[in-house]
């Protein structure tokens, strides 16, 4: 029996994330055990009018190409794949995994040839997206990898999923995700003045320049769960240190206790208790992956832990997250990278950020009023 909840998340995609219109040529991306959302997603594609069409990838492809595949093999982007990212209307990507960790043994610098070769796909698509040609949607289909990571049962998990989508009961998710787009649209016009954020926590004293950028807010459209205000800071003026408590997950590879230091804008020093010749093969993956392509503040409060999941735990209630490598174009941002890592710290216990010196956000949450900075 097809799960209810799976079915409203389906209708939720099309209808508010991709605002799906009838004729519109709509891409259903997902892995074998991601199928049951995308028969919920081409139902409700079908619903809406538009011409779906599901693309099913084998999730253990990837594993075997850095394994066995060889440099010409490694950099091989199917021509079709490029000629398709030109006609479709909107995609729906699902994230769905029977082996979270499948790429944890693959070789650090064939690991990072392959997310390089993905890059042209990937600029073309955000082109497409900013220039309003293209929606495009990502969202998660739970698998018990998913919840074994999050050291939770299946069942839990999905009500966790659910809950944080807003479709884990019946009633009305687009009022929901609406509402939260008014607040954080009203944030982002806040933040919108600011030149300078500085951010501090453990171990943690990092400023960055954000002057002429504009703030976004993350309220549902392109992923889902959503709940943050986002932007490019500017590149060359990122100074002073960062922790990030959280294991850092990307392409299957986990890295632990990241520290990084910036100086004019680039990674100058970086280290990890785990996963440390990942780190530094991420960061040599060209000029732009040592510099911040992203600086946001989680605001999904209904998200309040740790999965191991960057689309939750990007978005954290009480979390900022900044992003090595590419920057948001259509912000202002210019920073051009293969790579966009997102990673997390967490400042509800004891963090604090100033904007332009005065106090905007203390333990997890902004302040009703600015605090100017004590000496």
Request: hydrophobic content about 40%; overall charge negative; glycine content about 10%.
């Amino acid at each position: 029996m097809a799960d209810p909840r799976l079915a409203r998340l389906g209708e939720l995609i099309v209808g508010y994330s991709l605002g799906l219109q009838a004729g519109k040529v709509f891409r259903i991306d997902t892995p074998y055990v991601g199928v049951p959302l995308a028969i919920e997603l081409y139902r409700a594609g079908l619903r809406a009018g538009a011409l779906p069409y599901a693309n099913v990838e084998l999730e253990e492809l990837p594993e075997i190409l850095v394994r066995d595949g060889s440099e010409e093999q490694l950099d091989f982007v199917p021509p079709a794949a490029v000629g398709e990212i030109d006609t479709v209307d909107a995609i729906a990507t699902i994230w769905a995994e029977g082996n979270t960790r499948a790429l944890t043994g693959a070789q650090p610098e064939r690991h990072q040839r392959l997310i390089a070769a993905t890059r042209t796909l990937t600029m073309r698509r955000w082109e497409r997206i900013s220039a309003g040609q293209m929606s495009w949607s990502g969202v998660l289909c739970p698998t018990p990898a998913h919840a074994q990571d999050a050291e939770m049962s299946l069942a839990d998990y999905e009500s966790f999923v659910y809950r944080a989508c807003h479709v884990e009961e019946e009633g009305d998710a687009v009022a929901h995700w609406q509402s939260t787009s008014a607040d954080l649209a009203a944030r982002a016009q806040q933040l919108s003045g600011a030149r300078e954020l500085r951010i501090v926590g453990p171990d943690t004293d990092l400023s960055l320049v954000v002057e002429g950028r504009k703030w976004e807010a993350a309220d549902g459209h392109h992923n889902m769960p959503d709940g943050e205000v986002y932007t490019s800071p500017v590149e060359t003026e990122t100074e002073g240190e960062i922790r990030f408590s959280f294991p850092a997950l990307f392409q299957g590879r986990e890295v632990d206790d990241i520290r990084l230091r910036f100086e004019d804008g680039d990674v100058v020093a970086a280290e990890a208790t785990r996963g440390g010749e990942f780190l530094d093969a991420v960061l040599g993956l060209d000029a732009g992956a040592r510099r911040l392509g992203e600086v946001a503040f989680g605001m999904n409060y209904e998200i309040d832990r740790f999965t191991k999941n960057i689309l939750f735990d990007e978005k954290i209630g009480g979390t900022m997250h900044v992003a090595l490598g590419s920057a948001f174009k259509e912000l202002g941002g210019v920073n051009d990278s293969a790579l966009h890592w997102d990673l997390v710290c967490d400042l509800r216990a004891e963090g604090e950020v100033y904007a332009d010196g005065e106090l905007v956000w203390r333990a997890g949450s902004f302040l009703e009023q600015a605090t100017p900075a004590t000496a």
